[in-house]
């Protein structure tokens, strides 16, 4: 065989690759934080290849549009994102700088997941005087599992839409993962009924849909005010307005630094509690339903 | 007859539906469903408002009424519309289209041991308009009010107009920008931060020190800014890989206006960057840019004293290599961070250089090839605090002038073009109250100007008004 055979062959067999590769090709998706991510996964099975952007140890504001972020939204499909400006610190530069028009907002390929839910604390003043507040109401929608199921339908339907050809294989999967996440639902709502009315003082405004699904009560948050660092002197300020009984338990989610709840927690005898904010914050919370078992676990563990 | 009248309306009245009812059954009860379905939607609306006003009244800073019985609601059965919060205010419909809009304001307070009118950038030819530490004492920072929207499907644009502190305006940028036309590609036309090296993409309020680095301002006057178009395309890799081309005007220096149709300079940049673990990740680059100077002028003074003016006419060609290197524990930005960015630049420069245009106006060739470089880390050890230091240094190797050469005159003519090393630097510390503020305290050591040290201290605040701008890599 002549060279120019060899090279000939090896262009068709570039060719029929490249040509066959969309086929089978999976649906690949941008999960901009993890619990988007194992939802991508459990509805998507294995005809997605899920790209999870964030960890559970990252403050998801804070994230930076790094290059090998604009690199996988550049090849995405689809884009599954928490929205109401959680992510508005980086997904704007991804979405402007991948190049990318599946992904936009608007197209069947973005998904803000906030828009679909009922969102709590819209705040009715709009001031940066208030902190870090986001105009569409507070976006840790995901620890309500309701919320989840809800975007749970969203992301089946734009899954279906978008790979047309697996339609039936992602309604099966959603149907089965819904079965399954009622049945959760029922026994978690059960598992956490002696939780009802607890006092709880989180550090930053980013468990209000799990207070208000188990039926808590918020109390106070440690930071002053959203997104604002508590100061030594706002801490000893907690201390007094807190020492009286006025809480029972005060939570941080994996995130955020143990240093002021611990310390706030020496200081007016209260127990501290970890919580996995999302999939991957701890240990217990493998995958979605990890996430709420370790999370009403972890409650019930420091209720007296 | 009257009263006989008014009965028989009130008659007419009550019979004629009645009657009109009575004379088909069915009718009666098409109304009676629609009367109830009338009243089912309006209860449903009215429930709906009364969910929203609650919302609305759930503000922060009240405590939320955590009433809410567990499993009152069950999973839905058909897939959730999106809300429509934004749009449900039927007032502002009149602008609510209205751009993003989005104010820096900045100042500093400046003390310099030098007085700043001296400053040189020592054995370079100056040229824009950012160039040395800015005045002493109190001062105003360029205000810089940006504007951005959706245009159409296709276009989005883009508006920064920069009010300096002697109240002129200037745009910073202006530029519509496409997105994904073509799979990965970006086109970006009009006014923009031209795409060389990485910090003279990012806008002063964004950069880590108060002043660019001297690189920047020896070689762009500050910041270079084209008009023309750019083409960015990145490769479908999950590793980044980007190519750019950059074409325009290329009357900002290093380059001049020529009068000339067709373009005037031209650019290629090529990116690569990746994450190294969870906890680090970079990006490197190189660019190569190629423009023209036509009468490109600047003030020195003759080997006696007298102010003269001289002007390089040719091909002012470079190319760059930068890198950027960023750290966070697990990749949470939040407590820890450190940044480490460096660019090195290389010009070299082409052409004839004239002696006292006004005047005797000799004429010659004129070659130079001059680089500069800096390096700057910048930790944030605790939230809200970081410390930096950077270093730069450029070398203005020595110039070929033709009527030195040819003994037309000497290099006393020309003492802004000897031979020099600036250096300069500098520690910076700064403190950020929130995301939308920031407070910066600055010393430099400064050896730009021929063997003089200008030490510079600063004390800046930068602050960010409105929409929240998302930052670059």
Redesign the interface.
């Known amino acids: 065989m002549n060279n120019l055979n060899k090279w000939t062959s090896l262009a068709v067999t570039i060719a029929l690759l490249l040509a066959c590769t969309p086929s089978f090709a999976k649906v690949n998706v941008f999960a901009c934080l993890p619990e988007w991510a194992a939802l991508a996964t459990e509805l998507g099975g294995d005809k997605v290849a899920v790209y999870q952007a964030?960890?559970a140890?990252?403050?998801p504001h804070?994230?930076?549009?790094?290059?090998?972020l604009?690199?996988?939204m550049?090849?995405a499909d689809l884009a599954i994102c928490t929205g109401a400006?959680l992510e508005?610190?980086?997904?704007?530069?991804l979405?402007?700088?991948?190049?990318?028009?599946?992904v936009?907002p608007g197209q069947p390929g973005y998904i803000a997941a906030a828009?679909?839910?009922?969102?709590?604390?819209?705040?009715?003043?709009l001031d940066?005087a208030?902190?870090?507040?986001h105009p569409?109401?507070n976006p840790h929608i995901q620890l309500d599992p309701?919320n989840i199921?809800?975007v749970g339908?969203?992301l089946?339907?734009r899954l279906e839409q978008i790979d047309a050809g697996n339609a039936a294989y992602y309604q099966a999967r959603s149907k089965d993962f819904?079965a399954r996440?009622?049945q959760a639902?029922?026994r978690w709502?059960k598992e956490?009924?002696p939780l009802?009315g607890m006092r709880i003082v989180p550090y930053h405004?980013d468990t209000?849909y799990l207070?208000?699904?188990?039926?808590?009560?918020?109390?106070m948050n440690v930071e002053p005010k959203?997104?604002?660092?508590p100061s030594a002197g706002h801490l000893s300020d907690l201390v007094g307005r807190l020492k009286g009984g006025a809480a029972d338990v005060i939570s941080r989610s994996a995130?955020?630094?143990p240093k002021a709840v611990v310390s706030l927690g020496e200081k007016t005898g209260l127990p501290v509690v970890e919580l996995p904010y999302t999939v991957g914050g701890t240990p217990g919370a493998k995958d979605l339903f990890g996430l709420f078992d370790d999370s009403i676990a972890r409650l019930k563990a420091v209720k007296k | 007859m009257y009263k006989c009248g008014m009965a028989a309306i009130i008659g007419v009245i009550l019979i004629v539906p009645v009657a009109s009812l009575a004379a088909d059954e069915t009718e009666v009860e098409t109304i009676r469903n629609e009367i109830k379905d009338l009243k089912e939607s309006y209860d449903s609306r009215i429930q709906q408002l009364e969910?929203r006003l609650q919302?609305?009244?759930?503000?922060?800073?009240l405590?939320?009424a955590?009433?809410?019985?567990?499993?009152a609601?069950?999973?839905?059965a058909?897939?959730?519309?999106?809300?429509t919060?934004?749009s449900a205010s039927g007032s502002a419909s009149a602008n609510a289209f209205n751009p993003a809009i989005s104010l820096i304001l900045g100042g500093q307070f400046s003390n310099l041991q030098r007085d700043p009118s001296t400053y040189q950038i020592g054995g370079f030819i100056p040229g824009g308009e950012e160039i040395g530490p800015g005045s002493r004492s109190f001062s105003l920072a360029e205000s810089e009010l940006t504007v951005s929207a959706n245009i159409d499907p296709y276009f989005?644009g883009y508006f920064v107009m920069a009010v300096a502190s002697d109240n002129s305006t200037s745009v910073e940028e202006g530029y519509i920008?496409n997105?994904?036309?073509?799979?990965?590609?970006?086109i970006k036309f009009g006014r923009m931060l031209s795409g060389f090296g990485y910090l003279n993409e990012i806008h002063a309020h964004a950069w880590d020190f108060v002043d660019a680095p001297l690189v920047l301002q020896a070689f762009f006057g500050g910041q270079l800014k084209e008009d023309g178009i750019q083409v960015?395309?990145?490769a479908?890799?999950?590793?980044?890989?980007e190519l750019g081309v950059e074409t325009g005007k290329g009357s900002a220096f290093p380059g001049s206006d020529r009068n000339n149709n067709g373009v005037n300079s031209a650019m290629a940049f090529f990116?690569?960057?990746?994450?190294v673990g969870?906890s680090n990740?970079?990006?490197v680059g190189a660019s190569y840019r190629a423009t023209k100077a036509q009468d490109r002028s600047y003030s020195d003074v003759d080997a006696i004293g007298i102010p003269v003016t001289n002007a390089f006419t040719g091909d002012s060609n470079m190319w760059g290599l930068d890198l950027v290197w960023?750290w966070?524990p697990?990749?949470?930005?939040?407590?820890r961070n450190f940044k480490f960015q460096a660019e090195y630049m290389h010009r070299i420069e082409d052409g004839s250089l004239a002696f006292n245009t006004t005047g005797a106006s000799l004429s010659d060739g004129y070659q130079s090839s001059q680089s500069g470089w800096y390096m700057q880390g910048v930790y944030q050890f605790m939230?809200?605090w970081r410390a930096g230091l950077r270093y730069d240094q450029l070398n203005s190797g020595s110039a070929d002038i033709g009527l030195v050469t040819t003994g037309a005159l000497t290099a006393a003519d020309f003492p802004r073009l000897a031979q020099n090393d600036p250096k300069r630097s500098t520690a910076m510390v700064d403190f950020s109250?929130?995301?939308?503020s920031r407070f910066r305290l600055q010393f430099a050591r400064d050896q730009a100007r021929f063997n003089e040290a200008d030490n510079q201290i600063f004390l800046q605040y930068i602050m960010s008004?409105g929409t929240?701008g998302?930052?670059?890599?």
């Not at chain 1, 828009?115 to 003043?125: G, M, Q, S």
């Open positions: 964030s960890n140890l990252q403050d804070r994230i930076e549009a790094r290059p090998s604009v690199a996988r550049r090849s400006e508005i610190g980086w997904l704007p530069v979405q402007q700088t991948a190049g990318n028009p599946k936009q828009d679909f839910v009922d969102r709590l604390e819209v705040p009715a003043r940066r208030e902190g870090d507040i569409a109401g309701h199921a809800k339908l969203v089946t339907q819904q996440w009622n639902i029922a709502e956490a009924a009802k405004k209000v207070i208000k699904w188990l039926g808590l009560v918020e109390v959203p997104g604002i660092p995130y955020q630094d | 969910h919302q609305t009244e759930q503000g922060p800073g405590a939320p955590a009433s809410a019985a567990p499993g609601a069950t999973a839905p058909s897939v959730p519309a999106a809300s919060t934004a989005s920008q997105t994904g036309a073509i799979a990965g590609t970006t960015r395309w990145l479908p890799t999950p590793v980044l890989v990116h690569v960057g990746d994450d969870e990740s970079y990006r960023k966070a697990n990749g949470n930005t939040v407590e939230p809200r109250p929130s995301e939308f008004l929240h998302a930052h670059k890599f």
